[in-house]
């Protein structure tokens, strides 16, 4: 999801046998790349004793270009050149291998083997390092003209706000995306000094995350909460337009900040029910990833067993 990478060996149900997390070379396109075939040959090593390995599914956090298979944008490593990444993975690990936009993936892994199983009309909202979201209308993934649909994050909440790494002025990732959480939560510490989270302003040997104020949240810390009350107004606001427009059934909410749970979820629903029309919003449920953290691995390795079955 940009920051992390997510690896995991998954049976054809969706069950996960090996799973493993790791920081993103972020340097060079040359490191991301070697880092990603590493991964993959080292869970083909550890697959036969679980079973034959068919295929590779590869998120990623950005544009995809469906009709010529290049990465276009990743707003979030904005250090590494995409334009080879899935040819050479391919090239050196010898396998079938699907790239996908990581919210798209998560979308597939909640809808084959999560919370939206039976449902035709979802989005799944994924918030971490930024905002994505994947779109399942009639039962079928949404993709758009070239494969770009779903940038939820990127759609304007502030017309006064900061510069996004999109380069878009005030989007809803300037605001609620992980780092983006970790910034506002300093603005406010250097207001209010009553937070369990002041520790991060004496000596200290490392910066605060997002996972310090989701723990200090859900410990009961205030100012936290408000934090990711007002995240959820942020994300209400996006979401209220995103019902209007296409009145889902189900929107699901995932991605690594969504441990924090109900503190974020109900500011989510709350706003949402002001912004949206009443019928759109009566008629569609706002839930958590049944898959957690792993929505998006599970959808890669589904995606990729149905591609090539
Ligand atoms: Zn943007």
Redesign the pocket.
């Known amino acids: 999801e940009g920051a992390k990478i997510r690896t995991a060996l998954i049976d054809s149900t969706g069950n996960v046998l090996l799973e493993q997390t790791d920081p993103t070379s972020q340097r060079k396109t040359e490191e991301l790349t070697c880092q990603l075939i590493e991964l993959i040959q080292t869970f083909k090593q550890r697959a036969p004793q679980y079973g034959q390995l068919v295929a590779t599914g590869v998120g990623v956090p950005g544009l995809i270009n469906l009709k010529t298979h290049k990465i276009e944008v990743l707003?979030n490593l904005p250090q590494i050149s995409t334009t080879t990444l899935c040819d050479d993975i391919m090239q050196a690990t010898g396998m079938q291998v699907i790239f996908d936009n990581d919210a798209n993936l998560g979308a597939y892994g909640e809808w084959q083997c999560g919370v939206a199983q039976g449902y035709q009309n979802v989005i799944y909202v994924t918030i971490g390092t930024g905002i994505g979201s994947g779109i399942i209308l009639n039962g079928q993934m949404w993709r758009g003209t070239t494969g770009f649909a779903g940038e939820l994050?990127?759609t304007t909440i502030n017309v006064d706000g900061i510069e996004?790494?999109?380069g878009?002025i005030g989007?809803l990732?300037t605001v609620a995306s992980g780092p983006n959480i970790v910034r506002r939560m300093q603005q406010r510490l250097y207001r209010d000094r009553t937070s369990s989270l002041t520790r991060f302003f004496m000596p200290r040997d490392r910066e605060m995350t997002h996972e310090d104020i989701i723990q200090a949240a859900i410990s009961g810390d205030e100012l936290a909460q408000v934090v990711f009350e007002r995240t959820g107004h942020y994300l209400g606001i996006a979401l209220g337009g995103l019902i209007n427009l296409l009145n889902p059934e189900m929107v699901i909410f995932g991605g690594s900040i969504m441990a924090v749970g109900n503190i974020l979820l109900k500011p989510i629903i709350a706003e949402t029910k002001q912004r949206a029309f009443g019928p759109c919003f009566d008629n569609c449920r706002i839930v958590a990833a049944q898959l957690g953290p792993l929505s998006g691995v599970i959808g890669a390795a589904i995606l990729a067993r149905d591609s090539f079955k």
């Open positions: 707003p994050g990127h996004c790494a999109c878009n989007c990732e």
